[in-house]
């Protein structure tokens, strides 16, 4: 059937019942993204089988990491700049359209990760298997990138699956699980990982009709009346959690989803045009940025043996009971050290509701509950090969802790402080092994914060760097390496903007009004909720430590609150009052007009900060210095980072607003050393 045609990427079979399999092989990689050379190879192939037209035909992975991660971005990237993005995405939408219109059955074998382009073309086979395994994933996740699918994703998945269900998935970009997939009718079936190909072939010898119900529920929530319906409700619900003018795809999405009519040309064509516009925005060429960055960073970890089966945790607190967790709940033999058992248990508890959350199966539950065991005397930091300490910010207590543990410590054991602010400078003095020492500072709540700094210190030997940064891509953080100056990184660029808002608190200007303010600029989260979450004791704490390196002072009116056991979201009760995890945040008077400087107050300090880091190397270059931002503080991700944002903006005129912040309010807002480095004059990616 294929005779005389050599391919690259894809391999080619047919069986004694006529069923060609095509294989997706991508050649030089370890994952299938679908680029330019892949669709031209299938869109040969297709052909080939509309004139053949076999019994039918099976698609599937030859890779163990899945069926393909999606579109190739770095073309992406070229056609963007190139202006054929249009002309690209109307290609690979023609190639799958053709492989759809194919008069045999056609059946998508899936497993591992299943994304973006590859989602898109598994849902234009006429029908899915997916392998019944916890890795496999299938979604749509083009929105994190400043765009939405394109190669048939909107059109395609809403008259699959229901609206209800689709568009969901589409806005956040959130994937299934095989058994939600065969749920919701993404997939007709599931199969064993070990037969996942042979009842592939079963299901397209046999093809299976799909369930009334859901054939009936895909028709019913695509009419036009529907449409007019959802439509307005989905947006009303996006624009709770997002602003149109920060992330404008997902908009764009349902506006795309509600003009599309019966007929798929149409449809496709609405889905082309709209993301080529998206392509060209800056939040897409930001948000792609940030893709590249966080695959800097997991590539951080790569190649290096970390060497590391049992970690021991001192300190069950919230940041060490909460690591400990982290680490059993990703396969690590953790052992939990605290004063007494009454400190230990709390932070078991919360493990468990982790591991619940995220494991769900019993039995997996119970061997990761097994994994963490409490360890009051502290024996197992005898047989650790990692030791982290999580004890509370005092170096004298640090220092005692280490003379204690450090005799007992295995030939190659290492040593990891979770401090977030103390110099490690500081902290190694009078260790036998300073070498083996560094700081692995996690954020709260662990359990979501991608980031963990890496802190060097002048003794730290660079093989202990690279296990360190391995031993984080092995727990699923992005690990960034930072220099071990007051505050790292992030705490050092953070406490500016918490403290100037702390300022603005004490003048008058309510808490609600300064979050809003924030959040408009985009950040996450707004200063006084994230001063709440974070604990007023821990930013207490490290404004003081912070404060004279920062040639700041630390504001006023903390101390009552601390002194009331009142420090935020973990006492119920800070700078707002919470229930039920949530802030109860106070009506603000309608006629309150708040400073016009308010946004630059905040954020500029941050951006100030930033380039002093960058000038004093506290990170490798500017893209870590964004990277770490943008996953350790949520900084404005559209605007891809202070630093990109210098870029963006132009550094002429945010000295000139930092010069007016200075007049006006004093030598706080002067202009540090660094503005002058040619990194900030680098064209915005």
């Not at 963007?80 to 690209?88: C, H, S």
């Not at 997991?298 to 690591?323: N, R």
């Not at 539950?365 to 963490?372: F, I």
């Not at 960058?614 to 931002?629: H, R, S």
Request: proline share 7%.
């Amino acid at each position: 059937m294929f005779e005389g045609l050599r391919f690259k990427h894809w391999k080619t079979s047919v069986g004694d019942d006529g069923i060609v399999v095509l294989t997706l092989d991508r050649e030089g990689t370890s994952a299938n993204a679908i680029s330019r050379d892949v669709l031209d190879e299938l869109d040969t192939l297709v052909e080939r089988l509309g004139i053949e037209n076999p019994t039918g035909v099976v698609i599937h992975s030859a890779k163990r990491s899945g069926f393909a991660v999606g579109a190739d971005v770095r073309e992406f990237v070229e056609y963007a700049q190139t202006g054929t993005v249009l002309e690209t995405i109307e290609y690979g939408q023609r190639v799958f359209e053709n492989l759809a219109r194919l008069p045999c059955p056609t059946v998508a074998a899936i497993h591992g990760v299943c994304l973006g382009g590859g989602a898109e073309l598994a849902l234009a086979c006429r029908m899915r298997i997916a392998a019944d395994d916890d890795a496999t994933r299938i979604g749509l996740p083009e929105v994190m990138l400043g765009i939405h699918p394109g190669w048939g994703g909107s059109a395609r998945l809403p008259r699959l699956i229901g609206a209800p269900d689709a568009l969901p998935a589409m806005l956040t970009g959130k994937p299934f699980n095989a058994r939600r997939a065969k749920a919701v009718g993404l997939v007709d079936r599931l199969a064993r990982p070990d037969e996942l190909l042979a009842e592939a072939r079963h299901l397209a010898k046999r093809p299976q009709k799909r369930p009334l119900a859901q054939r009936a529920k895909a028709w019913a929530t695509n009419t036009a009346p529907a449409r007019a319906i959802l439509a307005p409700m989905v947006r009303k619900q996006t624009a709770a959690k997002v602003r149109k003018e920060h992330y404008p795809a997902p908009f764009a999405l349902i506006d795309t989803w509600a003009r599309g009519g019966d007929d798929i040309q149409q449809r496709l064509k609405l889905e082309a045009r709209s993301v080529a516009k998206l392509a060209a925005t800056p939040t897409a060429r930001n948000l792609i940025r940030i893709f590249f960055l966080q695959e800097r960073l997991k590539g951080l970890g790569g190649g290096v043996e970390h060497g590391i089966e049992h970690v021991h945790v001192v300190g069950a607190g919230t940041m060490g009971g909460d690591i400990a967790a982290w680490a059993a709940l990703k396969g690590f033999e953790v052992t939990l050290q605290d004063r007494e058992l009454r400190f230990i248990e709390p932070a078991i508890q919360r493990a468990k509701t982790l591991f619940e959350k995220k494991l769900k199966a019993p039995a997996k539950v119970e061997a990761a509950t097994a994994r963490l065991r409490a360890d009051v005397e502290g024996k197992g930091v005898a047989d650790a090969d990692l030791a982290i300490e999580a004890i509370f910010e005092n170096p004298e207590a640090k220092h005692a802790l280490y003379a204690a543990i450090e005799p007992q410590f295995q030939a190659d054991e290492i040593l990891a402080s979770n401090t977030s602010s103390i110099p490690l400078d500081e902290l190694r003095q009078g260790l036998a092994a300073p070498q083996r020492f560094l700081g692995l500072h996690f954020f709260n709540p662990v359990a979501q914060m991608p980031l963990v700094e890496v802190v060097r210190h002048d003794r730290l030997d660079a093989d202990i760097e690279k296990r360190a940064l391995a031993f984080c891509k092995a727990i699923g953080k992005l690990p960034v390496p930072v220099k071990g100056t007051p505050g790292f990184l992030v705490n050092r660029i953070l406490m500016p903007y918490l403290m100037e808002a702390m300022r603005l608190y004490n003048e008058g200007v309510p808490g609600p009004v300064l979050d809003r303010e924030a959040k408009k600029f985009g950040m996450p989260m707004g200063p006084i909720e994230l001063a709440d979450t974070v604990g007023l004791d821990v930013c207490a704490s490290v404004g003081k430590e912070l404060a004279p390196f920062l040639g700041l002072e630390v504001p006023q009116g903390l101390e009552e609150k601390l002194a009331a056991n009142k420090r935020g979201k973990k006492d119920g009760e800070g700078l707002y009052v919470w229930k039920d995890g949530k802030p109860e945040k106070p009506e603000v008077d309608p006629d309150y007009v708040p400073p016009s400087d308010l946004q630059d107050r905040m954020i500029l300090p941050m951006v100030n900060e930033a380039i002093a880091c960058l000038a004093e190397n506290v990170v490798d270059d500017a893209d870590l210095l964004d990277a770490g931002v943008i996953f350790g503080t949520g900084f404005a991700p559209f605007r891809g980072g202070p630093i990109q944002y210098v870029r963006t903006e132009g550094v002429a005129t945010v000295r000139e607003r930092l010069a007016k912040l200075e007049q006006k309010h004093g030598a706080r807002f002067a202009a540090k050393e660094g503005w002058d480095n040619p990194e900030l004059k680098a064209p915005a990616a």
